[in-house]
Each structure stands twice: as structure tokens, then as C-alpha cells.
């Protein structure tokens, strides 16, 4: 795997070599292969010619290949403080400096996917770094002066963290650290990005452009119901979710116009 990947980082004079990956999935007495493609636009590129690419490579260390020179001329660690996908600001930031960016088609990783015991696979105080890193992500960019021109990969990281993890809150029976997980990155978007900008992108996540899923998704932009979700029991949510949503929405509504009278 690393003799491909180094001799391509030789013939392309590349800063980061990235590959495809197979996913493997434990089940009761099988495994099940999922193809993982890492997705790049170019054949060599950088996130200043290709800003998505930021959100592409944000994730996973084990599918790509790092210069040397380059984490030790700026000093790149981990953050021994963030205790949760430590590599997405590691990623983020080696990014910044790396300037030619190539694949390697093959899959030449395995991955073993739902691995018991795996720190992103459990919802516990660990996860609220998350913040951390998305707000550490972001001002390293702001003091770089490449905020704006990276602000929509930026939002897409965060929200994919939100997203990805707001049904494990959901579920979880620690109510206080799922409200807290929830609320705070709330916070976190409404102090960063416009309010309707990281609505829209909560609502699109997943949806692959289909309206419907767009409107049933527009529920985890909503602090009330996701309240309402975190102390009611998983039973009784499942009965009837969007009937619920909306009468809270009406009794909001009706409270609202009494208010005013």
C-alpha cells in the first residue's frame, strides 16, 4: 500500500497522497465489504483551487500518505485535548500547506467498520471536543485569511459531525449530555454562519436534493422539538414523530399570539 502511494507521491511531487479504502462490516456470522471511494476532483489539486476538497480529506488518516518535512517545518500534532476524531483538525490544518494533492484509484485499505469498544462508535463526555475541533479548525483559518473562501467546507464539517451523531443524542440516556451536545453546537453555528445558511445545510444533509427529506430533515434545525425528543421515551416518539412536531409547533404559535394579546 505505502510503496504505491510513496512512488506516486515521487512521479507527482505531491504533499499528500490519498486512496480508496474497503469497509468491512462485522455481522452475526459473515463480514460484509463496503467500497469507500475518497472523493477528489482533480487529478492533483489543492484546497485553494478545490475548496470542497477540505471536506473530501477531512476525515481518516489511514488511507493517506504525509510528507515528513512538512509536519515537522510547522510543528502538526494531534491535539492530546480533543479526544474525538483528533484527526479532522490534523487533516484540516495540514491542508492549509499542502500544495499538490493526488489519488491512488485502488483500494488499498481496510477498514474495519462498527468496531466494538471504538471511541466514535459511543456517546459519551468525549464527544463535546467536537466543538473544540470545529471551532479550532475555523480559527486557525480565520487568522490564516481564508475563512470566507473556506467557509462552506467548514460548515459542511461541522455539520456533518451534528448530523452524523445527533441520533445517538437522540437515543442516549445521558439527557443532560445529549441536550448539552445538541445545544452547543446550535450555539456553535448561530455564532459562526448566517442562521438560514446553516439551517439550509442541516436540512440538505443526506437528502441528495430531494425536497421531502429536505422538509422532514428541517426538525433537527428545531430547538424545541429536539428538546421535546431528548426527554421524551424512544417508544413514544416513535408513534407518531411528525404529528408530534407539529403540534408543538401550533402550541408555540398559540402561545405566542396570546402573548402578544
Not at 444533509?205 to 430547538?223: D, L, M, P, R, S
Amino acid at each position: 500500500m505505502f510503496e504505491r502511494m510513496f512512488l506516486l507521491a515521487e512521479k507527482k511531487s505531491s504533499d499528500l497522497v490519498v486512496c480508496n479504502w474497503t469497509g468491512i462490516k462485522s455481522l452475526p456470522y459473515s463480514f460484509e465489504h463496503v467500497n469507500g471511494s475518497q472523493r477528489l476532483d482533480k487529478e492533483c489539486t489543492n484546497i485553494f483551487e478545490t475548496p470542497r476538497t477540505l471536506f473530501d480529506l477531512s476525515i481518516f488518516v489511514w488511507n493517506k500518505l504525509y510528507r515528513l518535512d512538512l509536519i515537522k517545518k510547522y510543528n502538526l500534532y494531534f491535539d492530546n485535548k480533543i479526544t474525538y476524531a483528533e484527526d479532522v483538525p490534523f487533516n484540516c490544518i495540514y491542508l492549509y500547506y499542502a500544495n499538490n494533492i493526488c489519488k491512488a484509484n485502488d483500494r488499498l485499505y481496510f477498514y474495519r467498520m462498527q468496531r466494538e469498544g471504538s471511541i466514535t462508535s459511543s456517546f459519551d463526555q468525549k464527544i463535546m471536543t467536537q466543538i473544540d475541533l470545529c471551532r479550532k479548525i475555523i480559527n486557525f483559518y480565520k487568522e490564516k485569511g481564508y475563512y470566507y473562501l473556506l467557509q462552506d467546507p467548514l460548515l459542511w464539517i461541522g455539520v456533518g459531525f451534528y448530523r452524523r451523531n445527533l441520533f445517538k443524542a437522540l437515543q442516549s440516556h445521558n439527557k443532560i449530555l445529549a441536550w448539552q451536545y445538541i445545544k452547543s453546537f446550535m450555539n456553535f453555528f448561530d455564532q459562526n454562519y448566517n442562521n438560514d445558511v446553516w439551517k439550509r445545510s442541516v436540512r440538505n444533509y443526506g437528502a441528495g436534493g430531494k425536497k421531502e427529506i429536505q422538509n422532514k430533515n428541517e426538525v433537527y434545525t428545531k430547538k424545541y422539538y429536539l428538546l421535546w425528543r431528548v426527554v421524551s421515551p424512544n417508544w413514544f416518539i416513535k408513534l407518531h414523530p411528525k404529528k408530534i412536531f407539529w403540534n408543538i409547533k401550533s402550541l408555540k404559535q398559540v402561545a405566542l399570539i396570546k402573548l402578544k394579546n
